[in-house]
């Protein structure tokens, strides 16, 4: 079904041509506030303030009913819902294709500026109520929507003139202080041959702007003045030196966007984008192109290009001065008018472009340094560099706008070899083309080098098996220049010996991202010396850094670097793969111990020399540690286990349980196993206990009780050699849990009640209680709820002994119990706040499932005690978190019931769900 999403104009939804209703007042302000920003996060904070028009007094409460809002709009949409859920916030998630404003903006980044104009059908949203709306997220649209205007008008002056003195009239009528606006119509007139009327324009707008803002025109206005005085109507004896645009370019969509709103971004001003950089082969010059040639109607006096040969493997760097040279000869100087002394060169270049409006493409440059010198002068120019180094200095001391280019997705890159080698051989191959695409990663250079083997006779199939096997020599050829090999080795040639050995040794780290201390422990540097290295690796673009201060690598550029560590000599290879592990394990062990109450650590031995340990200084710490490294995390036990690191391949998932358990991760099941295979060949029987307990806990989640049972019965006996009574209470309570969610309640009070005698005598209070809470439920659910009462506030009493820190599920699970048990007894008040008390124990160890669960309890209570406005409250919260859950396939059953539940309450209620 084709779904459509309209803003420009009435706020409009489409589904297969139908208009879909969608809902009136604070529905629409939603769905129109995401779909101005398509794609992206929108936070609650900032939604709360379009649709409700500023802080409302209740803000909480105003959240809450902000998910009942975007419930029922999911549900108006129906099919054509767009509308995700995302930490903290929502997104729209639309194709480009789908809505009229990216639609706008793409046909204006193609110089489509006709067809962009005609999508729009009225006022913007003009049926959508918001004031913040439209004071803050509507005008910079209708900015968007002149400047449009203004460049189709600069298209038609080359045409029809007379029809557009009329329309131009009527728009400095709207915009009285637009200039250029008065400068089109100057022109129209003037080519027009009413020179009189012309300079009549200059001297209406002249006093308009002196008696409005007190200032006199500006260049664009002196400019068509100018030219009318002068007489002279522009020819195209102008230099055009921009290479013939890309005849395959695919994709970047989003990058020539962010080009062009940079450019927006500064009317008027020189403007220096600096540098379109990326990796070697990345497509840098082939975007710089595509852009320019877009814009090159912008700049009447011409464009210039040059390639710097920065990183040329056949030739030296392109000297500035020779550059400058060519320039001028381009310019119209003679060889007598061309200055011999670099400085004369170089204001004789700067004075001749202060003059002109002109686009400069200086590609592939080296270094800032290389760059200053073709910098021109006046306000009226567009400069555009392209370089493997970021040239930082650039933007700090000429403010350049750098641009970072990444690699293709799969859409574009399946869509670049169809251009190359026809859409007929792709179709005829998919799963070859799926492998290709896979495995060159996104890399333009990359994928031109298969597509030039394709089009020489190269089955696809067999080029996908070479990737498969050898991925760095199947995309090299004979070529040096565009070989992948040659191309990254130049980089790294061009940077210091200690950047180089830092690249190097990253091809020992598993990815797919890395931290610095990661880094420094790999090297055995020290931070500052780390940070030295990784700045000049991005400089170089030979490492990526992100927002949130992590590095990464493209796969390419991983597997060359692995290849070269691998000629490293093996006790430098095993001393930093050692140091790496420790690393790992001494960070993962100070997060996991923040998640954890009174157990002990798994680690004695202090890390090895030269590792950083990243220390987690309290829970939030702990939890954005787990969640910055968990795919490293995982990856480093593959390796380890690749290399016969038992010891790192159970430990690690030992400690990553708790987190993985309370977000869903569905990696922990195949994690465990690995881990209790590696513990099982190290033959340490505790090991075997603490992974068949982890196992059994992964698999009950899933509803496999007899699997679970399975392993708590191998843990318990794998535990019983050391007879630690308390591990036995542990595992016991995991086989009373299984017992009842099988609803074998008998039995899950006699496998508690048998180790009662010997646990509560035990002078750990915290364990006792545990045990005495667990002890406490399989009374209740056997109907002893006056019993169970009992226990449970024993075991709630010898909680309040310990120093707890917030982030076990002992006291949680204990309130839990006590609201259930308060709930049966008919005690509604307790059970609420009993409920409350564990809510807010969940809430902060970040447990989402237990979270969910609670808040269903809560609404189930609520509408027995006859308040089903926060009973809905608490049961859209929990289906939304269901909805947002890392697999949602498994959270179906429960997404059910409290959809059902809901639908109930808003029956009773008489309100909408």
């Known amino acids: 079904?084709?779904?459509?999403?309209?803003?420009?104009?009435?706020?409009?939804?489409?589904?297969?041509?139908?208009?879909?209703?969608?809902?009136?007042?604070?529905?629409?302000?939603?769905?129109?506030?995401?779909?101005?920003?398509?794609?992206?996060?929108?936070?609650?904070?900032?939604?709360?303030?379009?649709?409700?028009?500023?802080?409302?007094?209740?803000?909480?409460?105003?959240?809450?009913?902000?998910?009942?809002?975007?419930?029922?709009?999911?549900?108006?949409?129906?099919?054509?819902?767009?509308?995700?859920?995302?930490?903290?916030?929502?997104?729209?998630?639309?194709?480009?294709?789908?809505?009229?404003?990216?639609?706008?903006?793409?046909?204006?980044?193609?110089?489509?500026?006709?067809?962009?104009?005609?999508?729009?059908?009225?006022?913007?949203?003009?049926?959508?109520?918001?004031?913040?709306?439209?004071?803050?997220?509507?005008?910079?649209?209708?900015?968007?929507?002149?400047?449009?205007?203004?460049?189709?008008?600069?298209?038609?002056?080359?045409?029809?003139?007379?029809?557009?003195?009329?329309?131009?009239?009527?728009?400095?009528?709207?915009?009285?202080?637009?200039?250029?606006?008065?400068?089109?119509?100057?022109?129209?007139?003037?080519?027009?041959?009413?020179?009189?009327?012309?300079?009549?324009?200059?001297?209406?707008?002249?006093?308009?702007?002196?008696?409005?803002?007190?200032?006199?025109?500006?260049?664009?206005?002196?400019?068509?003045?100018?030219?009318?005085?002068?007489?002279?109507?522009?020819?195209?004896?102008?230099?055009?030196?921009?290479?013939?645009?890309?005849?395959?370019?695919?994709?970047?969509?989003?990058?020539?966007?962010?080009?062009?709103?940079?450019?927006?971004?500064?009317?008027?001003?020189?403007?220096?984008?600096?540098?379109?950089?990326?990796?070697?082969?990345?497509?840098?010059?082939?975007?710089?192109?595509?852009?320019?040639?877009?814009?090159?109607?912008?700049?009447?006096?011409?464009?210039?290009?040059?390639?710097?040969?920065?990183?040329?493997?056949?030739?030296?760097?392109?000297?500035?001065?020779?550059?400058?040279?060519?320039?001028?000869?381009?310019?119209?100087?003679?060889?007598?008018?061309?200055?011999?002394?670099?400085?004369?060169?170089?204001?004789?270049?700067?004075?001749?472009?202060?003059?002109?409006?002109?686009?400069?493409?200086?590609?592939?440059?080296?270094?800032?340094?290389?760059?200053?010198?073709?910098?021109?002068?006046?306000?009226?120019?567009?400069?555009?560099?392209?370089?493997?180094?970021?040239?930082?200095?650039?933007?700090?001391?000429?403010?350049?706008?750098?641009?970072?280019?990444?690699?293709?997705?799969?859409?574009?890159?399946?869509?670049?070899?169809?251009?190359?080698?026809?859409?007929?051989?792709?179709?005829?191959?998919?799963?070859?083309?799926?492998?290709?695409?896979?495995?060159?990663?996104?890399?333009?250079?990359?994928?031109?080098?298969?597509?030039?083997?394709?089009?020489?006779?190269?089955?696809?199939?067999?080029?996908?098996?070479?990737?498969?096997?050898?991925?760095?020599?199947?995309?090299?050829?004979?070529?040096?220049?565009?070989?992948?090999r040659a191309v990254f080795s130049w980089s790294l040639r061009s940077v210091s010996a200690p950047a180089a050995t830092v690249f190097v040794l990253l091809g020992l780290h598993p990815g797919p991202d890395f931290a610095l201390s990661a880094v420094a422990s790999l090297a055995a540097l020290s931070r500052a010396e780390t940070r030295r290295a990784l700045t000049e690796l991005v400089a170089g673009s030979l490492v990526q850094v992100s927002a949130n201060g992590r590095y990464s690598q493209h796969d390419l550029l991983r597997d060359y670097a692995a290849e070269r560590a691998a000629e490293l000599p093996a006790d430098v290879r095993d001393a930093a793969v050692h140091r790496m592990f420790d690393h790992y394990l001494h960070t993962t062990q100070s997060c996991w111990q923040q998640l954890q109450f009174n157990i002990p650590p798994i680690l004695t031995e202090p890390p090895a020399p030269g590792v950083v340990v990243e220390e987690a200084g309290d829970p939030d710490a702990a939890w954005a540690g787990f969640g910055a490294e968990l795919r490293v995390l995982l990856g480093v036990v593959e390796r380890a286990n690749e290399l016969g690191a038992d010891h790192v391949v159970w430990q690690v998932p030992f400690m990553l349980h708790g987190y993985l358990s309370r977000q869903g991760h569905l990696e922990a099941a195949g994690l465990h196993r690995l881990a209790l295979a590696a513990a099982q060949r190290l033959g340490d029987l505790t090991a075997q206990s603490l992974m068949h307990r982890r196992i059994a806990s992964v698999l009950i989640g899933f509803d496999d009780f007899d699997g679970g049972e399975h392993h708590l019965r191998e843990a318990i006996r794998c535990a019983q050699p050391g007879g630690d009574v308390l591990a036995e209470a542990h595992l016991r309570r995991g086989l009373a849990f299984t017992h009842e969610r099988q609803g074998r309640l008998a039995d899950a009070l006699e496998v508690l009640a048998e180790i009662h005698p010997r646990v509560e005598g035990h002078s750990d209070s915290y364990e006792v209680g545990r045990h005495l809470s667990a002890l406490g439920r399989a009374h209740h659910i056997t109907g002893e709820n006056e019993r169970a009462l009992e226990l449970c506030l024993q075991a709630a009493g010898k909680f309040a002994e310990t120093d707890f820190n917030g982030q076990d599920e002992g006291p949680g699970s204990n309130q839990e119990t006590l609201g259930d048990i308060y709930l049966a007894l008919g005690r509604h008040a307790e059970s609420l706040a009993s409920y409350e008390r564990a809510l807010r124990m969940w809430r902060d160890m970040r447990s989402a499932t237990d979270i969910a669960d609670i808040l269903r309890k809560m609404g189930e209570a609520l509408i027995r005690t006859g308040d089903p406005g926060r009973a809905r409250e608490c049961l859209a919260e929990a289906l939304q978190i269901h909805e947002g859950a890392l697999d949602a396939v498994y959270h179906l059953p429960d997404m059910q019931q409290l959809r059902d539940l809901l639908a109930s309450v808003a029956h009773a209620d008489g309100t909408t769900a």
Not at 93 to 114: C, H, I, K, N, S
Not at 154 to 173: I, K, N
Request: glycine content about 8%; some cysteine; hydrophobic content about 45%.
């Open 1 to 484: 079904m084709i779904v459509e999403y309209r803003v420009l104009g009435p706020l409009e939804v489409l589904a297969a041509g139908e208009p879909v209703a969608v809902p009136a007042g604070r529905g629409r302000v939603l769905l129109a506030t995401l779909l101005l920003r398509p794609n992206q996060f929108v936070s609650v904070d900032e939604l709360v303030e379009r649709i409700w028009d500023g802080a409302p007094a209740d803000h909480e409460r105003v959240r809450k009913t902000l998910q009942m809002v975007v419930l029922r709009l999911r549900q108006a949409l129906g099919a054509a819902n767009c509308v995700r859920t995302m930490s903290g916030g929502y997104s729209a998630e639309v194709e480009p294709d789908q809505l009229d404003l990216t639609r706008f903006r793409a046909l204006v980044d193609q110089g489509e500026f006709r067809a962009a104009l005609e999508l729009w059908r009225g006022p913007v949203l003009g049926d959508v109520t918001s004031e913040a709306l439209h004071r803050d997220d509507v005008p910079p649209l209708l900015e968007e929507h002149v400047v449009a205007l203004e460049r189709r008008i600069d298209q038609d002056l080359a045409r029809d003139t007379g029809a557009l003195v009329a329309e131009l009239r009527s728009l400095v009528q709207r915009h009285p202080l637009r200039e250029t606006f008065w400068a089109q119509l100057m022109l129209a007139l003037h080519r027009s041959n009413q020179q009189a009327e012309a300079l009549a324009v200059y001297q209406e707008v002249r006093g308009h702007l002196m008696d409005e803002l007190g200032v006199d025109p500006g260049e664009r206005l002196r400019e068509a003045h100018r030219q009318v005085l002068s007489g002279e109507v522009p020819v195209d004896a102008v230099p055009r030196q921009l290479p013939a645009g890309i005849p395959h370019f695919v994709g970047r969509e989003r990058e020539l966007a962010r080009l062009t709103e940079l450019l927006r971004a500064r009317p008027g001003e020189p403007v220096l984008i600096s540098a379109i950089n990326g990796i070697g082969g990345v497509g840098k010059t082939a975007l710089a192109v595509q852009w320019a040639h877009q814009q090159a109607e912008r700049f009447p006096d011409g464009q210039l290009y040059v390639n710097l040969r920065g990183f040329d493997t056949r030739a030296d760097p392109a000297d500035p001065l020779s550059v400058l040279h060519d320039f001028l000869v381009a310019l119209g100087f003679s060889a007598n008018e061309i200055p011999n002394s670099a400085e004369a060169l170089v204001a004789a270049y700067r004075s001749a472009l202060a003059k002109r409006r002109m686009l400069l493409l200086l590609d592939n440059a080296r270094d800032a340094d290389q760059v200053r010198p073709l910098l021109p002068g006046g306000a009226a120019n567009l400069v555009v560099v392209t370089s493997r180094n970021r040239l930082a200095g650039l933007a700090a001391r000429e403010g350049a706008l750098p641009v970072a280019l990444d690699v293709l997705d799969e859409r574009q890159s399946t869509a670049l070899l169809a251009e190359r080698i026809g859409a007929g051989r792709v179709e005829a191959e998919p799963d070859a083309v799926r492998r290709l695409v896979e495995r060159c990663a996104g890399l333009p250079l990359a994928l031109g080098i298969v597509a030039a083997r394709a089009a020489y006779g190269d089955a696809l199939g067999t080029l996908a098996d070479e990737l498969d096997g050898e991925r760095l020599d199947a995309l090299d050829i004979d070529d040096p220049v565009t070989g992948v």
